[in-house]
Nanobody
Framework: QVQLVESGGGLVQAGGSLRLSCAAS????????MGWFRQAPGKEREFVAA????????YYTDSVKGRFTISRDNAKNTMYLQMHSLKPEDTAVYLC?????????????????WGQGTQVTVSS
């Protein structure tokens, strides 16, 4: 089992920045690929970014490329999502997730463990 807890969400003006954290406990954090997803009211859960267990590869959805950066610190059992140039359309609950799979990290169905989420609200 892996327990995931997100933090760092909040209210920010358009153009601002936030850094989300995902703290993991339980089984070996470094064994898992990790991802960030988001879900806005009335919309389906959307892939945002993912990172492999070694941080050797990262993946982003097109709408956040160049603005968001995913990273992880295996010594601290923590993953991060640095978000810059935030837009109102980035408003959502952001969830972190962990998977033991190597492929398909952009699919929510690939993930075994989920956090509860942290709200990000971007005002215009």
């Amino acid at each position: 089992q892996v327990q995931l807890v997100e933090s760092g969400g909040g209210l920010v003006q358009a153009g601002g920045s936030l850094r989300l954290s995902c703290a993991a406990s339980g089984r070996t954090f470094s064994s898992y690929a990790m991802g960030w997803f988001r879900q806005a009211p009335g919309k389906e859960r959307e892939f945002v970014a993912a990172i492999t267990w070694s941080a050797g590869s990262t993946y982003y959805t097109d709408s956040v490329k160049g603005r968001f950066t995913i990273s992880r610190d295996n010594a601290k059992n923590t993953m991060y999502l640095q978000m810059h140039s935030l837009k109102p359309e980035d408003t959502a609950v952001y969830l972190c997730a962990a998977t033991g799979r190597v492929f398909g990290v952009w699919l929510s169905s690939s993930y075994d463990y989920w956090g509860q989420g942290t709200q990000v609200t971007v005002s215009s």
